[in-house]
């Protein structure tokens, strides 16, 4: 058997039933494997090779998810972990099964460093992008006794009403949640992904019938909504990615969006503090982790969550496809 042959038998597709090594492995870094965990987890089954180890399915060394979006983890070796990452021709290998199912407008996200790997075989084989973010600060959400939301206010107590009216959205705003998703979908990536059918809006319902997606409504002018006002989304923010680790909670944060006419005004801050409180209240625990990535170029968002707290804790990178 050729090297390359026993590289590919390594590529081992996993089922739901034997996941168990593979979050194993994510709990090595539970904040920066989240994506990965999450959507093996999101799925009581998928199709055969979405899900793949290196090596042994009960340790393996890496995986990767390997369906639309791929997210791989592991990659790279991380010896404060007693991981020693992949062989050249495990990596290539990786990539020659990945490749056949990477889909159009679909990425590559993940770890820099795994996805550095990956990205470098697959462009050996001659996969092209649309475009490639390699710094995405990977910024993670401080732990404060009375919650994130009371030093804001504090800050800007007329913008008290955003904590108060921060809330969980719900199907009789479905609509108006899509639109500003799509807004802040095209605004980041540059096309409508309701132009591609309907799979945006079954993820927008799902994110909101799962008790992911917080919102603020406002008068349409910035002001809390009053008897007989008209309603308008302000803010938004997703829980993209969630799993409990065995370590904790942990929960990466997406889709953040705040009207562009509200841009500047402490609105963004103040929802996102009440976001944090409300995913660790929710969802991941008191002492559970929430952690989002943005883009280097994207001051902006990085200012807001600076005012919030969040701190620098690694680096993803996407490449679009």
Known sequence: MTLLRRCKAQVTPVGPQQIGGLLDLCAQEPVASACLAHQIQRWSRWGRGDAVVI??????????????????????????????????????????????????????MGPRQDVEILWRSLRDLGTTAREERWSQPLLGAPHVGEGLIAAQVRRRPSLAWVGRDLAMATSAVGDMVLDASVDMFTGELGYDPTDLG??????VGWLVDAGRSYIVLDDGQGGPVGPGSPRSVAFKADVGSMWHAPSGGVAMITGVWTRP?????????????????????????????VSLYVNDFNTAALGLYSTVGFTRTGTFSTVLL
């Open 55 to 108: 090596g042994r399915p009960a340790r393996p060394r890496a995986a990767a998810w390997t369906a639309g979006a791929v997210m791989p983890f592991g990659l790279a070796a991380r010896p404060q972990l007693g991981l020693e990452g992949l062989k050249r021709g495990e990596a290539r290998a990786l990539a020659e099964h990945a490749r056949p199912r990477l889909a159009p407008y679909g990425s590559i």
């Open 198 to 203: 309907s799979s945006y809006a079954r993820h």
């Open 261 to 289: 006419d509200l841009r500047g005004r402490g609105l963004g801050a103040v929802a996102m503090a009440g976001v944090v409180d409300a995913v660790r209240r929710d969802h991941v625990g008191r002492r559970g982790e």
